[in-house]
């Protein structure tokens, strides 16, 4: 079974605090993304990544930055937590080929910002 | 804009009956359109993948459906039981912009006995 893990399942944060997420994956994914997902909006895309060292921004990258320096881990970083970015995040994973392929999702880390 | 709109927002069901959620897209150029299963607190697990030929496909009790024309796909729960009680996702996947997923914001299930 493939395995999308995410380091923490709740974190609490401080404004102003730099945060970092972990997402490890098993299955030799060479595609890997993180999204947001809050109340009313569905999931979000922030950043994802194709390859190592690779990244491009997604559709609300602005506040958040990312590292992929190893196939099977990316990481999203918050440079300056705000208040605004408590949310469920998202990590996932898939094959290459984009097209009709399976994305695998953790388990989700669930943010706040206090 | 590409768009996908769920419908019903919440619905409420009694273990055993049936139940079918609704999905319209706007996403062009189609490549794809997946349902996922995502339980309270938990990331979305895969239920169905369907391409622009396929207009049926089955997974246990879930059944989606999709027709390219009318950019429309239903899931259809069948005999429902508690532990289907979640959100269930409608995804659809561009061919272009780097073959993007955009995502409904999801019905919310919740089976009662």
């Known amino acids: 079974d493939v395995k999308v893990t995410q380091s923490s399942r709740y974190l609490v944060k401080r404004t102003g605090e730099k945060v970092f997420l972990e997402c490890v994956q098993d299955?030799?994914?060479?595609?890997m993304f993180w999204y947001r997902q809050d109340p009313g909006l569905g999931l979000r895309l922030i950043y994802f990544?194709?390859?190592?060292?690779?990244?491009e921004k997604g559709d609300i990258p602005e506040g958040y930055s990312v590292s992929r320096e190893k196939k099977e881990r990316f990481s999203l970083i918050l440079e300056s937590a705000s208040t605004n970015q408590t949310s469920m995040y998202l990590c996932?994973?898939?094959?290459?080929?984009?097209?009709?392929?399976?994305?695998?999702f953790g388990q989700g880390t669930r943010l706040t910002v206090v | 804009k590409n768009q996908v709109e769920q419908s019903p927002q919440s619905l409420i069901i009694l273990e055993g009956k049936n139940c079918t959620l609704q999905c319209n897209y706007t996403v062009s150029p189609f490549s794809n359109l997946r349902w996922y299963k995502q339980d309270t607190g938990r990331g979305p697990v895969s239920l169905t993948i369907m391409t622009f030929s396929e207009n049926t496909k089955s997974n246990g009790r879930y059944t989606a459906t999709l027709d390219a024309d009318t950019k429309q796909s239903s899931l259809h729960i069948t005999a429902s039981q508690l532990s289907d009680s979640a959100s269930y996702i409608c995804?659809?996947?561009?061919?272009?912009?780097?073959?993007?997923?955009?995502f409904g914001t999801g019905t919310q299930l919740k089976v009662e006995l």
């Open positions: 995804v659809v996947q561009t061919t272009g912009g780097g073959n993007k997923l955009t």
């Open positions: 299955m030799d994914h060479e595609n």
């Open positions: 990544s194709y390859d190592v060292k690779m990244k």
């Open positions: 996932a994973s898939r094959l290459r080929d984009f097209m009709n392929t399976e994305a695998f």
